[in-house]
């Protein structure tokens, strides 16, 4: 079994965020800093858009440093498969936590479309001594997030430290041993229906009033202590997962961004988020070809 792959689910329904020039421009970034043994990708995607995904995507078949494989929501689960229209936040969840039945690492890299390499990378710099390099955020006190996943989980929010820092947003290092527990967990505490099936029944569509990933998984490791057995959070002046000064979260970020800053190495981290959710106002076609011509010279 390899120690690490990654997942990326993707989907191309929503044309203006341009998921798929986004999936190319993130895979040849792996392509590009990747580096040792090739990193297993899997791509899921909704049953009806695996061929045209594929298609689209079939020119980096044959890459070196990466090994693409593409499968269906229904090969994770049905019920992902099935979710109703407008559950895509969800689906795009369950996919990260249901990343431990593709079974081929002892951890998972989970990506999203919006996201690229931008250092050089490997196994060895994302596991040490058995454990995944991990991220943290200090959230508000009683974020929604992490109160509706507290509900979930029938965990008391109270015990929640919010004085120390919570797992961040996508790019993550997931265990599977955890995430195995994880399901496992949830489906003895709501017998009758699947943890899958549960979860979507219990998703709140409204902004941040919904669980995520994260934070069930968060609370679940923590009160289980098993977080500090899988994860290490890096070392002052090593690199960490985001490269936050160069990232880009909002329009206002456009006018003082330079992704040189981020392949040279004067801003630390090894992925940009390069956020899709304000496509309707930031030109992808500026950011890819500014994000191509800095890497060059990396």
Known sequence: MCTISAILPISDHEK????IDRAKLLIDSLEKFWSGEALP?????PDHELASIQDQLLGRANLKNVRLSFLKESELDAAIANAPDGYGIAKQMLIKLSAFRISTSD???ILDSDICCCK???????????????????YPKNYPWYVNSAKVLQAD???VNFGEPRLFVTPEILAKEILVALSEKINSMYPGQSWVEFLLSVFD???NHYWTEYSLYDIFSSAENLFLDHHFAPEPGAQPLHCMDQSIWVQGSIPNWDPAKA????????FLVLQSIMAY??????????????WQHA
């Open 157 to 159: 929010i109270a015990t």
């Open 281 to 294: 106002e930031i030109d992808f076609d500026v950011i890819d070809a500014r994000v191509r011509a800095a």
């Open 16 to 19: 203006v965020r341009r998921n």
């Open 107 to 109: 951890y998972y890299l």
């Open 205 to 207: 569509k409204r902004d």
């Open 263 to 270: 392949f040279s190495g004067e801003s630390r981290g090894y």
């Open 120 to 138: 050089s990378i490997s196994k060895d710099a994302l596991i040490k001594n058995g454990k995944a390099l991990t991220e943290f955020f200090a």
């Open 41 to 45: 990708l899997f791509i899921v995607t």
